[in-house]
């Protein structure tokens, strides 16, 4: 809400009305802003929560980085208040070292193509996160001289996209979306396809946005966490069977020596399953052990993910609303039987580390003994 807010206000200020209509657009401008600004300050975040002033908060905390990532922790840190960043930022740059290279030096930021106009000449890690972050600083400006709501989900995508992104939303007068990201990504490479550089590489892109990587933001997030379960989330979920009675028959919890990493539906063989709640389906595939299976991240951080399914209904960088079906009950993959395997997780992956017992987030019925 706050964020809709601030980006109206925001782009009415930055089209310059006064000076085209005069005086009455000033008194219209003028009640925005003290109307707008007293809205803003009800839903504002908590100042102290982000060194900058700029609302956003920290980065959250990394999971899926190997040590060998992590150790860049030290450099990124000292770049960041060299050119004027708070160290709040540290874990989103060290996730995008993740997205942009795994990690691997010298340019971790994949940066000499930006600095020198090819590839392979920043010979130093030093280096290519002094690039990155000189980088950061020229998108943060450009957003800030456009009047757009700075987050740092719109300065990771023009990252990605480049400058022109910016320059686009500005004209059509929209802010970061995953839908803006994959309007813009599809309409460049439909003028640039011709040049044969450009090639679809994921099943998401879907022969269209195939310039760049509109998912590139979700794709750095699979390295941050700021998902703390409480009980005032538990009302933002439903269960996987909408209006369906089914059974616990395995919990969450040590299995066979090992950690079984969710739980076990079972309501009938093709029983219909949906997504707990709204949510971009960020993986959906065939597993030789989880089957069919479906991962959603939702808007809070939880991902829910739904395997051995019989069939798959939605594909990779479909939005979901929460009760809509995503598949059917199934037998496939490492299954004994028909069941829904259902995990949440803090992260997109398949370590112990992040995953946490589904009865955290709703309240399903007595397991089997």
Same mark, same amino acid.
């Given at each position: 809400?706050?964020?809709?807010?601030?980006?109206?206000?925001?782009?009415?200020?930055?089209?310059?009305?006064?000076?085209?209509?005069?005086?009455?657009?000033?008194?219209?401008?003028?009640?925005?802003?003290?109307?707008?600004?007293?809205?803003?300050?009800?839903?504002?975040?908590?100042?102290?929560?982000?060194?900058?002033?700029?609302?956003?908060?920290?980065?959250?905390?990394?999971?899926?980085?190997?040590?060998?990532?992590?150790?860049?922790?030290?450099?990124?840190?000292?770049?960041?208040?060299?050119?004027?960043?708070?160290?709040?930022?540290?874990?989103?740059?060290?996730?995008?070292?993740? /997205?942009?290279?795994? $990690?691997?030096?010298?340019?971790?930021?994949?940066? !000499?193509?930006?600095?020198?106009?090819?590839?392979?000449?920043?010979?130093?890690?030093?280096?290519?996160?002094? =690039?990155?972050?000189?980088?950061?600083?020229?998108?943060?400006? =450009?957003?800030?001289?456009?009047?757009?709501?700075?987050?740092?989900?719109?300065?990771? =995508?023009?990252?990605?996209?480049?400058?022109?992104?910016?320059?686009?939303?500005?004209?059509?007068?929209?802010?970061?979306?995953?839908?803006?990201?994959?309007?813009?990504?599809?309409?460049?490479?439909?003028?640039?396809?011709? =040049?044969?550089?450009?090639?679809?590489?994921?099943?998401?892109?879907?022969?269209?946005?195939?310039?760049?990587?509109?998912?590139?933001?979700?794709?750095?997030?699979?390295?941050?966490?700021?998902?703390?379960?409480?009980?005032?989330?538990?009302?933002?979920? /439903?269960?996987?069977?909408?209006?369906?009675?089914?059974?616990?028959?395995?919990?969450?919890?040590?299995?066979?020596?090992?950690?079984?990493?969710?739980?076990?539906?079972?309501?009938?063989?093709?029983?219909?399953?949906?997504?707990?709640?709204?949510?971009?389906?960020?993986?959906?595939?065939?597993?030789?052990?989880?089957?069919?299976?479906?991962?959603?991240?939702?808007?809070?951080?939880?991902?829910?993910?739904?395997?051995?399914? !019989?069939?798959?209904?939605?594909?990779?960088?479909?939005?979901?609303?929460? $009760?809509?079906?995503?598949?059917?009950?199934?037998?496939?993959?490492?299954?004994?039987? !028909?069941?829904?395997?259902?995990?949440?997780?803090?992260?997109?992956?398949?370590?112990?580390?992040?995953?946490?017992?589904?009865?955290?987030?709703?309240?399903?019925?007595?397991?089997?003994?």
């Amino acid at each position: 809400m706050k964020e809709i807010l601030k980006g109206v206000i925001a782009r009415i200020l930055t089209k310059k009305i006064l000076f085209t209509v005069g005086i009455p657009a000033a008194i219209i401008i003028f009640f925005l802003l003290v109307i707008g600004g007293a809205v803003l300050t009800i839903f504002s975040d908590n100042p102290s929560s982000s060194g900058t002033g700029d609302g956003i908060g920290t980065c959250g905390q990394l999971i899926n980085v190997p040590e060998k990532v992590q150790k860049y922790r030290g450099i990124v840190e000292k770049e960041l208040e060299k050119q004027g960043f708070t160290k709040d930022y540290t874990n989103c740059m060290i996730a995008q070292i993740m /997205q942009e290279s795994g $990690g691997n030096p010298p340019d971790v930021f994949q940066a !000499s193509e930006s600095k020198y106009g090819k590839i392979g000449m920043i010979d130093s890690v030093e280096e290519s996160v002094e =690039q990155g972050v000189k980088r950061w600083v020229e998108i943060k400006k =450009q957003i800030e001289s456009k009047g757009f709501p700075f987050s740092i989900d719109l300065l990771l =995508q023009t990252y990605n996209f480049g400058s022109n992104y910016l320059n686009w939303l500005d004209k059509t007068n929209q802010l970061y979306s995953l839908d803006t990201a994959f309007e813009y990504s599809a309409m460049f490479y439909e003028k640039l396809k011709s =040049q044969g550089i450009y090639k679809c590489h994921f099943p998401e892109q879907k022969n269209k946005a195939c310039y760049g990587d509109f998912m590139y933001v979700p794709h750095i997030k699979r390295y941050i966490s700021d998902v703390t379960v409480d009980p005032s989330m538990k009302g933002d979920f /439903q269960f996987p069977f909408v209006g369906i009675n089914f059974v616990v028959t395995s919990e969450y919890g040590s299995r066979w020596g090992t950690l079984h990493a969710g739980i076990d539906l079972v309501a009938y063989d093709g029983a219909p399953v949906s997504s707990i709640g709204d949510g971009i389906v960020i993986d959906s595939r065939f597993s030789n052990s989880y089957g069919n299976v479906i991962t959603i991240q939702h808007p809070n951080g939880v991902f829910s993910r739904y395997a051995h399914l !019989s069939k798959r209904t939605v594909s990779t960088g479909e939005k979901v609303k929460k $009760g809509q079906t995503i598949g059917a009950q199934g037998n496939t993959g490492a299954s004994q039987g !028909s069941h829904l395997h259902f995990e949440t997780r803090r992260g997109n992956d398949y370590k112990k580390g992040t995953s946490f017992n589904p009865r955290d987030l709703l309240p399903f019925p007595p397991g089997q003994s």
